[in-house]
């Protein structure tokens, strides 16, 4: 049996989408036979769950005095990344990085705000540790082609630097028997948003709420439905666009409920921070319902490159193929991590 440490800081259902992908991972790797020794932020209790500090140098020595010779951390956060890589330089620890978010490129963009003052002393420190990490590691994993092709740059090569996407994460079957025909097909075109909206860009969120509009001055009768969305500052733009009363605005929710939302809808939404960095995971969902996604993308950067087929739906609000949604989930894409663990 193949025994490795599963690092990931944030792992419960409570942590959001940012442990969406190690949850299914352990999940992924365990029905094929690995066990699984998993370190999250609880592991040690309650006080070190409260300090990330001490969390970290408790970590630190359980893959230390660990007998386990393969180390996997998914991250962020990044800031035991270091002590971790050293640790495992020293033990002679087989060491795999898992980057679902980009640390320094998202330091340097400013977190997608264009007017964020950039921090050049974290800028440094973190591109300084992603080199050396790079060079300690067995296989610096990132999940998509942007991120791999800034890595490249900065580390001078791409020999370790492996792409696994995110993907969704149920199945298909299991989901459509909540649509309802009647419900989809009523001659209203429904558009939903899961999860943040404006809160990403105000300026992209214009962007889409614009051509909805247009959309709805073409004939169509339209609505939107926000799915655990603030209702500020979406609100005050549907206003501008006197959207307002065309839309729904419905609490945070388990997946599965958001799910059964959406699966009655007829096109998505969603809105990247930075198209030639980001994926995010929402287009993973939305391709699993088979919902088309508006298009209003920069067609020179990275997003629209990969998704342009799934987006090019949206001209005539067709449902995604199953054949081409079977490909996205996350269990597909996981399949090549296997080998990386031999």
Same mark, same amino acid.
């Given at each position: 049996?193949?025994?490795?440490?599963?690092?990931?800081?944030f &792992?419960?259902?409570n942590?959001g989408?940012?442990?969406l992908?190690?949850?299914?991972? !352990?999940s /992924?790797?365990?029905k094929?036979g690995?066990?699984?020794?998993?370190v999250?932020?609880?592991?040690?209790?309650?006080?070190?769950?409260m300090?990330?500090?001490?969390? !970290?140098?408790?970590?630190?020595?359980k893959? #230390?005095?660990?007998?386990?010779n393969?180390?996997?951390?998914?991250?962020?956060?990044?800031?035991h #990344?270091?002590? +971790?890589?050293?640790?495992? &330089?020293?033990?002679?620890? %087989?060491l795999?990085?898992?980057f679902?978010?980009?640390?320094?490129?998202?330091?340097?963009t400013?977190?997608? %705000?264009?007017?964020a %003052?950039i921090?050049?002393?974290?800028?440094f420190?973190?591109?300084?540790?992603?080199?050396?990490v790079y060079?300690?590691?067995?296989y &610096?994993?990132?999940?998509?082609?942007?991120?791999?092709?800034y890595?490249?740059k900065l580390f001078?090569?791409?020999?370790?630097?492996? !792409?696994?996407?995110?993907?969704?994460? /149920?199945?298909?079957?299991e989901i459509?028997?909540?649509?309802?025909?009647?419900?989809?097909?009523n001659?209203?075109l429904k558009?939903?948003?899961?999860?943040k909206?404006a809160?990403?860009d105000?300026?992209?969120?214009? %962007?889409v709420?614009?051509?909805?509009?247009?959309?709805?001055?073409?004939?169509y009768?339209?609505? +939107?439905?926000?799915v655990g969305?603030n209702?500020?500052?979406?609100?005050?733009i549907?206003?501008?666009?006197? #959207?307002?009363? /065309?839309?729904t605005?419905?609490?945070?929710m388990?997946y599965?409920?958001?799910l059964k939302i959406?699966?009655n809808?007829? !096109?998505?939404?969603?809105? +990247?921070?930075?198209?030639?960095?980001?994926y995010g995971?929402?287009i993973?969902?939305? +391709?699993?319902?088979?919902?088309?996604v508006?298009?209003i993308f920069?067609?020179?950067?990275?997003?629209?490159?990969?998704?342009k087929d799934?987006?090019?739906f949206s001209?005539?609000?067709?449902?995604?193929?199953?054949?081409?949604?079977?490909?996205?989930s996350?269990?597909e894409n996981?399949?090549?991590?296997?080998?990386l663990?031999?």
């Amino acid at each position: 049996m193949k025994q490795l440490i599963f690092i990931s800081y944030f &792992f419960s259902e409570n942590d959001g989408v940012g442990a969406l992908r190690s949850r299914s991972l !352990v999940s /992924f790797l365990k029905k094929r036979g690995f066990n699984l020794d998993i370190v999250n932020r609880s592991t040690f209790g309650k006080t070190s769950e409260m300090n990330f500090y001490l969390w !970290v140098i408790l970590c630190t020595f359980k893959v #230390l005095f660990s007998k386990h010779n393969t180390v996997y951390i998914s991250c962020g956060p990044f800031n035991h #990344l270091l002590f +971790i890589s050293l640790v495992c &330089f020293v033990r002679r620890k %087989k060491l795999i990085v898992d980057f679902r978010d980009p640390w320094s490129i998202n330091i340097k963009t400013g977190y997608g %705000k264009p007017s964020a %003052k950039i921090n050049r002393f974290k800028v440094f420190i973190s591109t300084l540790i992603e080199k050396l990490v790079y060079r300690i590691c067995t296989y &610096f994993i990132v999940c998509t082609e942007g991120m791999k092709n800034y890595y490249q740059k900065l580390f001078g090569n791409d020999d370790k630097i492996k !792409v696994i996407m995110n993907g969704y994460d /149920f199945d298909i079957a299991e989901i459509e028997k909540y649509k309802d025909d009647n419900l989809k097909n009523n001659q209203v075109l429904k558009f939903v948003c899961l999860g943040k909206f404006a809160e990403y860009d105000e300026q992209k969120a214009h %962007k889409v709420i614009s051509k909805i509009k247009d959309i709805k001055n073409q004939g169509y009768s339209v609505h +939107i439905y926000f799915v655990g969305t603030n209702r500020e500052p979406t609100f005050s733009i549907l206003k501008q666009y006197s #959207l307002e009363d /065309f839309s729904t605005f419905y609490p945070r929710m388990s997946y599965k409920e958001a799910l059964k939302i959406a699966i009655n809808c007829n !096109v998505s939404i969603l809105i +990247i921070r930075n198209e030639e960095i980001d994926y995010g995971t929402k287009i993973f969902d939305y +391709i699993g319902l088979g919902l088309p996604v508006l298009d209003i993308f920069d067609h020179s950067n990275n997003f629209y490159k990969e998704f342009k087929d799934i987006l090019s739906f949206s001209r005539s609000f067709k449902e995604i193929p199953k054949e081409m949604r079977v490909s996205y989930s996350r269990e597909e894409n996981f399949l090549s991590i296997l080998h990386l663990l031999d």
